[in-house]
């Protein structure tokens, strides 16, 4: 204390009190300390950004290039000059009272409260970062965990600095707030909707990133390209952007095509009707012109021996064949189909494949092709989809059949003439 008595004297001589002169004591102590705590800083944040970046750049790993990032290092090196100033100052004026001092130590207490807040709030953009980047868990709602956590961090940290702010214990100050618990709840009604609901969703594995899913009642269907706390972002096929609340796909139903992104094949469910009038029995001259199309050669065999035995077995003359059995080129069409659909390249053999009738009605007798592609993808499947139904209604004349279509301008002229 030699030097604080030098300036003491020093400016007792100049006349000042002893008092004024306490006063100009605990300036300078003080200006002293925040020289020492600014110059720790700058070597702590030099050692911090400068040192620490060195080694991570050596490590093999990228994680830690993200965990030790640049904005984590800063908000972390900030803590060290208010730190330095609340430790020293209670041991530099003890014994002294005075509203001033009080005043700094809880400036640096809170400013040291809101360093750690963005600290930790950075570490944590830091972990969102690396997590969000694995193959198992980009496609996870983290984002709306990362929101989630970042809420929970500055409402506590809110309460722990009002609290220092007023000289009050946070736990007591938090129980004085049950009483607005209601007001919260209102004011954050969404928040806390949407925190239960995306944990619901990430729980159930409902929904996540890169998800195909289709809410009409909202206008989605699309691609969904982000999960948050407050909004699920669906990027529809017309490239415009839908933003539906995460609990109104809890509370509400909606299409997720995952399952089917998922299995490899995506279903083809599509009808033509057929003439009815046109369906009759195969005459032995209809059955030699279809065996020369490869794919019912086989078939249309198999099946005439068939029908002999059955008609032999029940004592029916085939060169009567009034009332045994024959068949029919709507029957000998279906076949067709089958075979065609079974040996063409983009459609599975290992997913349900069918060829039916469905009800007659008065547009004629609907065929419908039930099958699967091996793509998922939009533009090959449609390209599947369109090629077979090229095909069929390209073949339908050759099995003497007819496809049903209502009557245009164009038929009603070509039977007036």
Known sequence: MELFELIDSWLMACGLTTSGADRIDQFIVFALLLLVAFGVDFICRFILLRVVAAVVKRTRATWDDILFDRSVLVHLSRMVAPLVLSVTLPMAFAGVESVALTLVQR????FILVTFLSFVN???KAIYTVYSSKEQLRNRPLKGLL?????ALWFVGGIVI?????????LSLLAGLGASAAVLMLVFKDSIMGVVSGVQLSANDMLKVGDWIAMPKYGADGTVIEVTLNTVKVRNWD?????IPPYLLVSDSFQNWRGMQESGGRRVKRSVNIDMNSVRFCTPQMLDKYRRIKLLADYIDH???VIKEYNAAQEIDNSVLVNGRRQTNLGVFRAYLNAYLRNLPGVRNDMTLLVRHLQPTDHGIPIELYFFTRTTQWALYEQIQAD???HLLAIVPEFDLRV???PTGADLKNVKS
Do not use: R, W
């Not at 400036?107 to 809170?110: G, K, L, Q, S, T």
């Not at 929101?147 to 809420?151: C, F, L, P, R």
């Not at 490239?239 to 933003?243: A, L, R, Y």
């Open 107 to 110: 400036i640096c207490d809170v």
């Open 122 to 124: 950075a570490l944590l």
């Open 239 to 243: 490239n415009t952007i839908t933003t």
């Open 162 to 170: 009002i609290a220092t702010l007023l000289n009050k214990d946070a």
């Open 404 to 406: 049903f279509q209502s």
């Open 303 to 305: 099946t005439e021996q």
């Open 147 to 151: 929101q989630t956590a970042q809420v």
């Open 388 to 390: 077979v139904f090229d």
